[in-house]
């Protein structure tokens, strides 16, 4: 049952951790570097 | 709805970090490395960011869509929101369980984070008293008799008998973490909330990345086990895709995802009826999940079960995975007894943990302050002083009748989670269904910073509502039941008697039927204020069945 973290596990972990790392990253990122009022974006759908 | 000056948030980070911090909890740093653990480690990941896309996320992004729309009609409660989101009575009614499930999670979250008081109290001086060098068994049998102490857990009124101290000194802890969550929701949105989390939110980020490198670099084997860094992080993220076929892993990852992210539970659209319209809630929503999973995936799933494993072992550390409170305050005070410089780290760790349920136990008090002022026409002296005297009840009931913890855990079955999965349908289908998806996304987008993608059009219609009808099926069928083994014949307990079900449980068990008596007159004093708030509501001329558009 315990075994050394293996290739497989490393990647989950790194890709998980690293994933929400970067998320995280990005969104504060974006929140900070926007100015506060903004014109509305069109209403509705996305692209 | 009352004469003082309308309340709102100080800045946009703000209320970024005031819905992270009610989302950051207990569960983060304890529930979800046990779950990841016990359902197939790194596998797990993927029913888990499967269950992120398709419930939370857009749940999460729904409510604070709705929240902000309510508030512009003059509403900061779920049943006046909701009321107007399901356009009628049926919606406000149901919405009172926006406003159940943060008062009663309260009634007894804030012992919890009573007990992280104490024990970083007790970590500032020493440590729990544990003798490193003597057997794990022993330290296993300190470990439970000491929380069993704190928490009152051999009979009902035990806190208030302790023979060796005038007051129990948790008693001392729970009057000061009272007082500072009243103070701070006293002080209203930007100056307590918002201030708090602006500071505890960083200072978690801090103390639990510097306890994470502590762990990652732990000389190997650190531990009298032989056990390495990498066997811990092993145990928890090598995948086992096995795991993958049982159903339960499915909903242990949708679980973990749900109650983690604090949708549904009707704190996200309260803080969100303090935004403007041109307020950003699509990218403020994702930040704030997104910092969330920082606190679950990063620090909740590489620190804990990785140092547990290191100094306490395998077999040591799967106890505790078992439950929440198991791991944190029976398991880790073992490993920090062992660990280099243990009394700093588990001050540390357990500060960590107060803050992360202080951010959260703010946000369960101020969804029923808002209630009481908008149905009432209270002002905030009194509407603090009523949620002060209806939360002190509830603590002091589940205080009294700690014996096994099962007041407290039948409320936080079905006040904390099971109505939790309730709310969340009733939110989807309101957004998606009931006021119109383009509707709706048209105005989640008024003054969004990035766009919803079009996917999502589907994903909010038809897969999230369907997920969470699975999530909610497969949740009653194996809890509420009495289980049965393979071959049909009932689970027997350790002692030979019959294992029930929630359900039968209601029926048969007096410390169950004392937490649905809370909850059922809590539900009744709700019901009677929005009842009475309908009234005002309809004298004001305020459109509470959504039939007009909202003002901007």
Redesign the interface.
């Known amino acids: 049952?315990?075994?050394?973290?293996?290739a497989?596990?490393?990647?989950?972990?790194l890709?998980?951790?690293g994933?929400?790392?970067f998320?995280?990253y990005?969104?504060?990122k974006?929140?900070?570097s926007?100015p506060?009022?903004?014109p509305?974006?069109?209403?509705?759908?996305?692209? | 709805m009352t004469n003082q000056p309308a309340q709102q948030w100080g800045s946009?980070?703000g209320v970024?970090l005031a819905v992270a911090g009610s989302a950051v909890g207990l569960g983060n740093f304890l529930r979800f490395p046990g779950n990841a653990a016990e359902n197939g480690?790194?596998?797990f990941?993927i029913p888990y960011?499967l269950a992120l896309l398709f419930l939370g996320i857009p749940i999460g992004w729904a409510e604070w869509a709705m929240g902000r729309y309510g508030g512009r009609k003059g509403f900061h409660s779920a049943p006046g929101i909701m009321g107007i989101w399901c356009k009628g009575g049926a919606g406000r009614y149901l919405g009172v369980l926006g406003v159940l499930i943060p008062l009663g999670v309260y009634f007894y979250y804030v012992l919890i984070e009573s007990w992280c008081l104490y024990y970083f109290w007790e970590y500032l001086s020493g440590g729990i008293g544990l003798d490193p060098s003597s057997a794990i068994e022993v330290q296993v049998k300190q470990t439970r008799e000491h929380f069993a102490w704190v928490t009152g857990d051999s009979a009902h009124g035990a806190l208030f008998a302790d023979k060796d101290h005038v007051v129990h000194p948790m008693l001392v802890a729970f009057g000061l973490t009272v007082v500072g969550n009243i103070w701070f929701v006293y002080r209203g949105l930007s100056k307590g909330i918002e201030a708090v989390c602006k500071y505890a939110m960083p200072v978690m980020a801090v103390l639990g990345i510097t306890i994470l490198i502590r762990v990652l670099t732990l000389d190997a084997p650190a531990g009298t086990t032989g056990?390495?860094v990498?066997?811990g992080?092993?145990?928890l993220?090598?995948?086992n895709f096995e795991k993958l076929g049982d159903f339960k892993t499915w909903l242990a990852a949708a679980g973990q995802i749900f109650f983690s992210l604090s949708v549904g539970f009707g704190v996200i659209i309260n803080y969100a009826s303090y935004m403007k319209k041109?307020d950003d809630v699509v990218?403020?929503g994702?930040?704030a999940s997104?910092?969330n999973?920082?606190f679950?995936?990063?620090l909740g799933?590489?620190i804990t079960v990785t140092a547990s494993?290191v100094f306490v072992g395998?077999a040591v550390t799967a106890m505790g995975t078992g439950g929440t409170m198991s791991l944190g305050f029976k398991t880790l005070p073992m490993v920090f007894a062992q660990m280099p410089g243990g009394a700093f780290f588990g001050a540390a760790f357990f500060l960590i943990l107060f803050l992360a349920a202080i951010t959260s136990s703010l946000s369960m008090l101020q969804p029923t302050k808002a209630f009481l002022e908008e149905a009432l026409g209270v002002d905030k002296r009194v509407s603090t002083l009523m949620v002060t005297a209806w939360g002190l009840i509830g603590n002091f009931l589940v205080l009294w009748f700690s014996k096994g913890g099962t007041v407290a855990g039948t409320i936080d079955f079905w006040v904390g989670t099971f109505f939790i999965l309730v709310v969340a349908a009733v939110q989807i289908i309101a957004f998606g269904w009931i006021f119109g998806l383009?509707r709706g996304?048209?105005e989640a987008?008024?003054?969004?910073?990035?766009?919803?993608?079009?996917v999502f059009?589907i994903i909010i219609k038809y897969v999230a509502p369907a997920y969470l009808l699975v999530v909610i099926v497969g949740f009653c069928w194996n809890n509420l039941p009495d289980p049965k083994n393979a071959d049909g014949t009932p689970v027997l307990n350790a002692d030979g008697s019959r294992k029930l079900g929630e359900l039968s449980k209601i029926f048969t068990n007096g410390d169950v039927q004392i937490g649905w008596a809370i909850i059922l007159v809590t539900i009744i004093g709700l019901v009677t204020v929005t009842t009475i708030g309908a009234k005002r509501w309809r004298a004001q001329g305020l459109d509470l069945d959504g039939q007009l558009p909202a003002k901007d």
Request: proline fraction near 5%.
């Open positions: 049952m315990l075994a050394n973290l293996t497989l596990g490393w990647t989950f972990m890709l998980s951790c994933g929400v790392t998320l995280t990005w969104c504060f974006k929140v900070l926007t506060h009022d903004e509305d974006l069109p209403g509705g759908l996305g692209p | 946009r980070l970024i480690g790194g596998a990941m960011f056990q390495t990498s066997d992080l092993g145990y993220w090598n995948p041109k990218l403020s994702l930040t997104a910092t999973e920082f679950e995936v990063v799933g590489l494993v395998v383009e996304l048209e987008h008024h003054g969004a910073q990035i766009r919803i993608p079009r059009q």
